[in-house]
């Protein structure tokens, strides 16, 4: 069964930027099948989705994180990441990665924790 | 304020039989889009429990099922057991903002 495991810093000060990355184990990336997406609830709250990365390097994003965000792919490594900039308290949330078959997310990280700070 | 509408809690004595309901808008179900419903225990990996509405991937028990109709959709779980006490997520596409999901469903096994 294919894994993804989310890591990146739990901690990112407010005006700077957040990185994070999936890594996929047990399934390669370059799949065509699937959309390689990111995911993330804030505290108390319901998911909301990133956005996603197709092997062939496409993106989509949501509309309203759009202007902040980058998604790639190193497939050598078989992983997939996230850049959002200029954070604010609002990205405090816990981030999923997760994989995409059809419209449904069939494989999940078990999330990171990240906190914005002032 | 989530996108799809699900109630934030509901409880049921082992054995019994609950249901998560999950309303949207023209925009995701009513606009003839698929529901998929996920189980989430805080700390783990999200698990896919129905996909396309109603199908069941492998593995899941068939105590578990999904309807829709129209804008609005529903996970029944049957014969309650303490292990499904969990968070219950429905998701769906939506034309403005491609993946939708809800609000959630804590889900109690009294």
């Known amino acids: 069964q294919v894994q993804l495991q989310e890591s990146g810093p739990g901690l990112v000060k407010s005006s700077q930027t957040l990185s994070l990355t999936c890594t996929v184990s047990r399934g390669s990336i370059r799949s065509g099948a699937y959309y390689w997406s990111w995911i993330r609830q804030h505290p108390g709250k319901g998911l909301e989705w990133i956005g996603y990365i197709y092997y062939s390097g496409t993106t989509y994003y949501n509309p309203s994180l759009e202007s902040r965000l980058i998604i790639s792919m190193d497939t050598s490594k078989n992983q997939f990441s996230l850049r959002l900039s200029s954070v604010t308290a609002a990205d405090t949330a816990v981030y999923y990665c997760?994989?995409?078959?059809?419209?449904?997310?069939?494989?999940w990280g078990r999330g990171t924790q990240v906190t914005v700070s002032s | 304020q989530s996108v799809l509408t699900q109630p934030p809690s509901v409880s049921g004595a082992p054995g019994q039989r609950v249901i998560i309901s999950c309303t949207g808008s023209s925009s995701n179900l009513g606009a003839g889009y698929e529901v998929n419903w996920y189980q989430h225990l805080p700390g783990t990996a999200p698990k896919l429990l129905i996909y396309g509405n109603n199908k069941r991937p492998s593995g899941v028990p068939d105590r578990f099922s999904g309807s829709k109709s129209g804008a609005s959709a529903s996970l029944a779980i049957t014969g309650l057991q303490a292990e499904d006490e969990a968070d219950y997520y429905c998701q769906s596409h939506d034309t403005s903002v491609s993946w939708v999901f809800g609000g959630g469903t804590k889900l109690t096994v009294l």
């Open positions: 997760a994989r995409r078959s059809d419209s449904w997310f069939d494989r």
